[in-house]
């Protein structure tokens, strides 16, 4: 018996963007909010080629202040108005 793959989000990286841009943050801003050290990490989440670990997904979902559902779910929409600017 083979293993099968299972299915990845495919509006999963727009997702993460729009959080991202909603917060008026950079990549390099927000690899630094999520703590990694090199934004190239963010940029593989965005344009889909890694994909985050689960922790990564709710470090998002608590910024954008959404479910993860909303996040790995492909029918369901991002609402704009939850993303608000972040102080530091």
Do not use: Q
Request: aromatic letters at 4%; proline letters at 8%.
């Amino acid at each position: 018996m083979g293993r099968s793959r299972r299915p990845r989000p495919k509006h999963l990286g727009r997702k993460l963007k729009a959080i991202r841009i909603g917060l008026h943050l950079s990549v390099a801003g927000m690899a630094e909010r999520l703590g990694y050290s090199h934004p190239a990490h963010i940029s593989g989440f965005e344009n889909g080629k890694r994909e985050p670990p689960y922790p990564v997904l709710l470090a998002y979902a608590k910024l954008a202040r959404v479910s993860t559902d909303v996040l790995i779910d492909d029918m369901r929409e991002l609402p704009t108005i939850r993303c608000k600017r972040l102080v530091s």
